[in-house]
Nanobody, 122 residues
Framework: QVQLVESGGGLVQAGGSLRLSCAAS????????MGWYRQAPGNQRELVAS???????NYADSVKGRFTISRDNAKNTAYLQMNSLKPEDTAVYYC????????????????WGQGIQVTVSS
């Protein structure tokens, strides 16, 4: 099993910044993709940003130029630096990680974090 622990959410005023962290633990052999999704009330979960093992990043159009995703492979941790936050960024943010574990053999995994609230006040 792979566990994901998210941190860094909270309440911030519009124009402010937050940094989310997602730490993966377990019998991890390697991690492929690490990503952040978000879900606002009444909306579907949407991809915010992702980063591959090679460092290639992908962003939703709505956050380009404001959010930066990064990862520390030694710590199995992903980060989401969120600047110039807007009220429409308010949502529960979820970390998603996929890769391989060593667990009586080698098998793939895909895990979700428990979600962390980000609230941006106007």
């Amino acid at each position: 099993q792979v566990q994901l622990v998210e941190s860094g959410g909270g309440l911030v005023q519009a124009g402010g910044s937050l940094r989310l962290s997602c730490a993966a633990s377990g019998s991890i052999a390697s991690i492929n993709n690490m990503g952040w999704y978000r879900q606002a009330p009444g909306n579907q979960r949407e991809l915010v940003a992702s980063v591959t093992s090679g460092g290639t990043t992908n962003y939703a159009d709505s956050v380009k130029g404001r959010f930066t995703i990064s990862r520390d492979n030694a710590k199995n941790t992903a980060y989401l630096q969120m600047n110039s936050l807007k009220p429409e960024d308010t949502a529960v943010y979820y970390c998603n990680v996929d890769g391989w574990v060593i667990d009586a053999g080698r098998r793939s995994f895909k895990s979700w974090g428990q979600g962390i609230q980000v609230t941006v006040s106007s």
